[in-house]
């Protein structure tokens, strides 16, 4: 099984400013540990970087322009209380939708079985018009648009298992009946939404909250239960991920207590739904995870499971 993982230097150059939690290390640590032997058969390629059109996929022009302008020449412009852009910024993030791109293409093409892009920012809680919680451009969202638009799916489902809800996720695609949107995490917690009840206009919206303590066994239940009927029902042409790592029992933001193994565990039945539905056709982009160590253990088992380890 082919497995391309994507990731930029341009990640590394997205300042923050200093105790702030999405830093590059994170990027760092990734590298270092899909560095191991063990991944050797990976398809290494970099990042290429999208057009700016390409945001406009889900978010309108203006919203585009206006991220573009904001761009600092020097310094950082503070987008909300948490949200940052420096000089490098808008490089990596045309850079982190650029790699989410490029693996729909190369997966849906079948050069590749599957694909992995590692780099930030992050994109899950961008919504149409807002840049918020460290994200700017909706990276998933755009991916899962690219692959209706350029490839034909008429079928998408995006599976979100980082510990915040996906809010700029499900606001894309609150009235669209061609994208199935599924979220476990933590509730109450940053944003606030991720409600059972939210379920968008075409009941194609599927929160699967968690309690702050739960652990894998919890997570492994909602699943189960809650997501992977529904995906089983929906019948993808294409699984995209967006795969967080803040719910691993090490993450400084969450209470959830998920080991490394329950990602590994979530990455295999997604899998199977693929392979049943779509091809085999999976498509990963990180999202958060904020322990350096916590999330360098749950992208090995994440990897390792897309390789068929």
Known sequence: MTTLYLCHPASLDHAMPA?????????????????????????????????????????????????AEAAPREGMVAID????????????????????????????????????????????HAERTRAMGFCLFNSAAIAARHAQKAHGAERVALVDWDVHHGNGS?????????????????????PGTGATSERGEHDTIVNVPL??????????????????????????DLILISAGF??????????????????????????DLADRH??????????????LDGLARSVVAHVEALMGR
């Open 81 to 124: 209380g948490d949200t940052v852009m420096s000089p490098g910024t808008l490089e990596a993030v045309l850079r982190a939708v650029g790699g989410a791109m490029h693996a729909v293409d190369e997966v849906m093409s079948g050069r590749v079985a599957n694909a992995f892009s590692a780099m930030r920012p992050p994109g899950h």
């Open 170 to 190: 499900q606001d894309i695609f609150w009235d669209d009946r061609s994208v199935l949107y599924c979220s476990t995490h933590q509730m109450p917690l940053y």
């Open 246 to 271: 803040d719910a691993h029992w090490r993450d400084p933001l969450a209470n959830l207590q998920l080991t490394e193994a329950d990602f590994g565990w979530a990455t295999r039945r997604l899998m």
């Open 19 to 67: 105790g702030h939690p999405e830093r590059p290390d994170r990027i760092r640590a990734i590298e270092r540990a899909l560095e191991d032997e063990r991944f050797s058969p990976l398809v290494r390629e970099q990042a290429p970087r999208a057009d700016l059109a390409a945001a406009a996929l889900v978010h309108p022009q203006a919203f585009v322009d206006a991220i």
């Open 211 to 236: 309690r702050p303590g739960d652990d894998g066994e919890r997570f492994r239940e909602a699943f189960e239960h809650g997501v992977l009927p529904r995906i089983d029902a929906f019948a993808p």
């Open 278 to 291: 779509a091809g085999g056709r999976v498509v990963s982009v990180l999202e958060g995870g904020y322990d």
